[in-house]
């Protein structure tokens, strides 16, 4: 059956494989030639115990929660656009050539259609052709379809919309968390100067640590609330690209074959 295509996400990797890497071709040696020394100098200081500072600690342990928590409604959200993408090839509406929807016919589609629908759960598409097809029983008017089909494409937008406010929120959550961690590194960092007691090569030493707890913080903070953005900005297009093209459907398959009776009986009339 042939319904509305869009581009696929995955289309867009190619383009990303091959940017990262005339990117790295190209910075990669100018790197090594600015350090003037082998590759792995600049890495020689990482040693387990700095990784395991950099990645574990109380801001970033509640910094992963939230990033897995958003991963988990995220991944929910795109494998429920993928069941939706099935009733595109449920044969809800006819789609040979030639074919017109009669108002006597519409409540019979529209029981065939909850009918078809039913077993693979709610679809967007098939409460759109419900709705579509109570509106022409009662009025008869495609126009009138038309507006139904695109006031449920609205409220259904709005509705995916507003449901993705909890990710939303732990995007913006977990740089804040990364950035109390900064504040409170540099607090403590800071009220280390009052103690006069300290030989200056322990002082320097402990402030150090605290800072680099410090700007560890914002690091992985700002790092995971990359990746969930794009993860955010992927599964929002998938479910905006998901109601345009239910709403194509409609249009394609429903409106366009929709029958009016002409009221030529009411101008006759007028001029007799």
Not at 177 to 183: A, C, H, S
């Amino acid at each position: 059956m042939a319904h509305p295509q869009t581009p696929r996400p995955h289309r867009e990797w190619p383009w990303l494989v091959l940017a990262v890497a005339l990117v790295c071709a190209v910075c990669l040696p100018l790197w090594q030639l600015s350090s003037g020394g082998p590759s792995g100098a600049g890495f020689a200081k990482w040693t387990p115990q700095r990784f395991g500072q950099l990645l574990l600690g109380p801001e970033q342990i509640a910094s992963y929660c939230g990033f897995v928590w958003a991963a988990f409604i995220l991944l929910q959200r795109y494998l429920d656009v993928r069941r939706q993408r099935r009733a595109f090839d449920l044969g809800l509406l006819p789609t040979e050539v030639g074919v017109c929807i009669l108002p006597e016919d519409a409540r019979l589609l529209q029981r065939r259609v909850e009918q078809q629908a039913a077993a693979g759960g709610p679809y967007i598409l098939a409460n759109m052709i419900r709705l579509a097809l109570s509106k022409y029983a009662v009025s008869k008017s495609g126009r009138d379809v038309a507006e139904t089909v695109r006031t449920q494409a609205d409220v259904d937008l709005g509705r995916l919309v507003s449901s993705m406010a909890t990710v939303h929120y732990l995007a913006w959550a977990i740089p804040a968390i990364g950035f109390l961690g900064t504040v409170r590194g540099l607090a403590t960092s800071l009220t280390m100067g009052g103690q006069t007691q300290m030989e200056i090569a322990a002082f320097i030493q402990e402030a150090t640590g605290h800072l680099n707890v410090a700007f560890d913080c914002t690091l992985v903070a700002l790092a995971l609330s990359l990746v969930l953005m794009f993860l955010l900005h992927s599964v929002q297009r998938d479910e905006e690209a998901l109601v345009i093209d239910c709403q194509q459907y409609c249009l394609e398959h429903l409106v366009t074959r929709l029958y009016e009776h002409e009221p030529e009986h009411a101008e006759h009339m007028g001029v007799s």
